[in-house]
């Protein structure tokens, strides 16, 4: 496995890696935003209160943002078929 950061006990770091686009001169930061316990996604060099994208711990799922699909099924799993975007 490949490990980011320091794994010792009391040690609460963020855990990212960074991309940084020459063509636009933006950064993007993925990773493990320590302070709220989530995988996060971030346009910058460091994670804020506000993360693009964030996946906690029990799968929520945060976006910050429009989401736009040309195709494709996105259901909540809820039976009543309530919560459901069909095209």
């Known amino acids: 496995p490949l490990i980011i950061g320091n794994m010792r006990t009391g040690q ?3 855990r ?3 991309f940084y686009n020459n063509a636009s ?3 993007w930061s993925v990773g493990v935003d320590s ?3 989530k995988f996060a996604i971030h346009q910058g060099t460091a994670f ?3 993360n693009h994208f ?4 029990s799968g929520n799922v945060l976006l910050q943002g429009t989401m ?3 195709k494709g099924v996105f259901s909540s799993g809820r ?7 069909w095209w």
């Open 48 to 50: 804020t209160a506000n």
């Open 16 to 18: 990212r890696i960074s």
């Open 12 to 14: 609460n770091h963020d």
């Open 25 to 27: 001169g933006k950064r």
């Open 35 to 37: 302070d709220q316990s």
């Open 54 to 57: 964030e996946i906690d711990g």
């Open 68 to 70: 736009t699909a040309t």
């Open 79 to 85: 039976s009543n078929r309530r919560n459901r975007i």
